[in-house]
């Protein structure tokens, strides 16, 4: 049995939060990477850049560096696009978690320790102000401690928390490639509520899309 305690969030997390949520951010980028490859409208424009470089240069060789050139630019592009999308969320609640989350009553922000590492985390907050709906945010647990059942755990708090309050759901945000999560989110009850494209250039031309999860929490 792993050794953990699930505690309030201290000014002294503040570092350590701030990292697990990049670590666990970016460590999506490999499957997003795949997912952008297997699909067609990309193989599509992948094969046909080919052939009009093969036909302009009449180079197999010239065709394929110009290829991969094109493979490095849009890998930098899109680890770019995360990379924005982890500072975005660390310039919104995350750069002041003490205000984000510990100020009000209706919100609070918790990590899970082992041997004074902060080793998982999660916050939540009523959901635009609204009475009836609180939002779960930033779940993540380090590699090394998964499969422990810390986020499980993590989430029961944030729904007790809710309960407790007297609001009705609690809902919270994820995208396609965050799998783990979905499987979570689903044995604890959850059910996908909405879907969308994530909005974006790229979010749009790759079909990727974030959903919605709620729980519905029972009087
Ligand atoms: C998703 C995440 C928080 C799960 O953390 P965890 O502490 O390992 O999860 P738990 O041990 O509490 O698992 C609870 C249940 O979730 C499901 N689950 C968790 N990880 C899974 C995985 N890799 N594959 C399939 N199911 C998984 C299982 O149903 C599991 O129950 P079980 O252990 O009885 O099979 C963790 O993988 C993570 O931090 N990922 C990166 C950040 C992220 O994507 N956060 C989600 C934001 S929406």
């Known amino acids: 049995m792993a050794n953990y305690a699930i505690r309030v969030y201290r000014n002294r997390d503040y570092n350590a939060v701030r990292m697990l ?7 999506h980028f490999p499957a997003t990477c795949a997912y952008l490859l297997k699909l067609p409208r990309i193989q599509f424009v992948l094969f046909i850049s080919f052939i009009t470089l093969i036909l302009i240069s009449r180079s197999y060789l010239l065709s394929l560096v110009s290829l ?27 750069l002041d978690i003490e205000e984000s989350y510990m100020a009000s009553n209706n919100s609070c922000f918790w990590v899970a320790e082992s041997n004074g590492r902060v080793v998982g985390m999660v916050g939540v907050q009523s959901a635009q102000r609204s009475s009836e709906v609180m939002e779960l945010r930033r779940l993540s647990v380090a590699k090394d401690w998964r499969h422990n ?11 007790d928390f809710a309960s407790q309050r007297g609001y009705k759901v609690v809902k919270l945000e994820t995208s396609m490639i965050q799998i783990a999560a979905h499987k979570l989110y689903e044995t604890l009850g959850f059910l996908k509520t909405d879907t969308r494209i994530f909005p974006s250039l790229l979010g749009r031309f790759a079909n990727f899309y974030v959903m919605t999860y709620e729980y519905m929490i029972k009087d």
Request: hydrophobic letters at 45%; proline letters at 0%.
């Open 68 to 94: 991969a050139i094109a493979f490095t630019a849009g890998r930098r592009l899109l680890l770019s696009e995360f990379h924005q999308y982890v500072d975005e969320c660390q310039r919104e609640d995350l």
């Open 149 to 159: 059942g810390i986020a499980r755990t993590l989430c029961l708090k944030v729904i």
């Open 21 to 27: 949520f990049a670590e666990g951010m970016m460590e």
